[in-house]
Each structure stands twice: as structure tokens, then as C-alpha cells.
């Protein structure tokens, strides 16, 4: 009979397997690690940090760090919300994330997880950039205002369409997300709307056309139960609002 392995988590015991990182293992479990660019269909991206966590006195993601035996995870300690926190309101002032004017809010894992971590508003001074909406798709349209570079549309077209159609240009501040066409618009590219690429943008970036607040505000995804019980946005998403709630 095999070993059971065992790291704890904010002092519950979590099995793990092999392979597995603390993410893996506290999902398995039924333990919420607050998430935006971790997807357990995707291989791990580590690059939001909201999953940050604490063990042995060091900061780690808990989507790239394995899981091993012993193991204290601090995953709900006021300092790791209070940094958990502040890592959503940069996110929110460097885009355009104005939730009231979204299409997407109510079913927005980065409002969701927001509001799990009791941000109350964006505390920083907003950059305000000036983002481009590409709406020459004929079903889809991104929004680059509302990007946070999660890459998890460039995995999915990558690694399950098999399309290429998105990748991270620039560095630093300067980083973008990119559209691999001849005019680098959606609508002369191989995107379809039924690619799973469009069904796992986290935020209001990539958006279906056609169906605008079918779904009224206030009966959506995440605003009758928190993310934490919801779980991944991508994990609901049929191209509408989310809602597989009822
Ligand atoms: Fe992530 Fe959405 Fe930006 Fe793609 S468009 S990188 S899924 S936030
Ligand atoms: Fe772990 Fe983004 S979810 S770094």
C-alpha cells in the first residue's frame, strides 16, 4: 500500500500525489487558493501571483510550487490577504477595469476574487491607458483595456485549438497581448468563436458579440455564490455570462 502524503494547508491536513503542486493538491481537496492565471487544464503560468502563499518564511506561488511532504502552508494569515490585495488593485488601476460599465461583471473571476479578498476599492491612482477594442471579429470582440495578461488565451489556442492566434508581445510595462494575423485584428485571423480560447479570458477582455446583458446583472456567476465555492470562471463558460447556477 502506498505512503499517503500530507503537507498542511492554514493547519488542515492536504494530501498530495506526485507531481503535484500546492494548487493541484488544495483544489483536489475542496481548498480554495485564490487564483486568476492558473488553469488545471493548462500547464502552470505563475505569472498573476495572486496564489501567492507562505512557506517557511518565503512567498511562493501555489500554482508552480510543488507540494511536498511537511509543508505549512499559509495560505490566510491578514499579511498574505493584505498582499493578495494590494496585487488585485495594481491589477485593477493598470487596466480599465471599470466594473459598473462591464459586460462581464458579476461573472468577472477578477472581481470575484476581488470581492473573496475584501477589496474595497483600488487604493492606487489609476494609469488610465489607452487600450484598443477590436471588434472586426464577426461573434467575438476583445477588449485590450481589460487584459491582464494571463495568457491563458494563448495556451488554450496553442495547446487545445491548435491555432497560435495569441501571443504576449513586449516586455515589462510595456507587455501586450497580440493578435497572429496578417492585419493583427481577430476577424482576419483563425479564431472561432467556438475555440475553447473563447471561453477562458478570466475578465471582460474577451467578449461574445451578439448577447450583450442577456444575463441580468445581479443573477450572474459569481453574484449569488463567492468564487471560492463557484470556482474558475472557464470552468462555466459556454460564451454566455457563465450562469450554470440555477
Ligand atoms: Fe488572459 Fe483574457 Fe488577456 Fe487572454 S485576453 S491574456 S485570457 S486576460
Ligand atoms: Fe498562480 Fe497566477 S494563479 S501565479
Do not use: W
Amino acid at each position: 500500500m502506498s505512503e499517503i502524503k500530507t503537507f498542511r494547508l492554514d493547519g488542515v491536513a492536504i494530501e498530495f500525489k506526485d507531481g503535484d503542486t500546492i494548487m493541484d493538491a488544495a483544489l483536489r481537496a475542496g481548498a480554495y487558493i485564490p487564483h486568476l492565471c492558473h488553469n488545471p487544464e493548462f500547464t502552470p503560468h505563475g505569472s498573476c501571483r495572486v496564489c501567492l502563499v507562505e512557506v517557511s518564511g518565503r512567498r511562493v506561488s501555489a500554482c508552480t510550487q510543488p507540494a511536498a511532504t511537511g509543508l505549512d502552508v499559509d495560505n490566510s494569515s491578514g499579511a498574505i490577504v493584505e498582499e493578495r490585495r494590494n496585487l488585485l488593485q495594481m491589477l485593477f488601476v493598470e487596466g480599465n477595469h471599470v466594473c459598473p460599465g462591464c459586460e462581464k461583471s458579476g461573472a468577472c473571476q477578477l472581481q470575484a476574487v476581488a470581492y473573496y479578498t475584501g477589496m474595497l476599492s483600488p487604493h492606487y491612482t489609476h494609469f488610465f491607458p489607452q487600450r484598443s477594442v477590436d471588434a472586426s471579429h464577426p461573434d467575438t470582440m476583445i477588449d485590450f483595456n481589460r487584459c491582464i495578461l494571463c495568457e491563458l488565451c494563448v495556451r488554450a489556442s496553442r495547446d487545445i485549438d491548435r491555432k497560435h492566434v495569441f501571443s504576449i508581445s513586449g516586455r515589462g510595462i510595456g507587455s501586450h497581448l497580440t493578435i497572429n494575423s496578417p492585419g493583427g485584428k481577430l476577424g482576419d485571423s483563425t479564431f472561432a468563436a467556438t475555440d475553447k480560447a473563447a471561453r477562458v479570458c478570466p475578465v471582460g477582455a474577451i467578449l461574445p458579440k451578439h448577447r450583450g446583458y442577456e444575463q441580468p446583472i445581479g443573477e450572474r456567476l459569481y453574484d449569488r455564490l463567492p468564487v471560492s465555492i463557484v470556482g474558475d470562471v472557464a470552468a462555466h463558460e459556454s460564451g454566455d455570462q457563465g450562469d450554470e447556477h440555477d
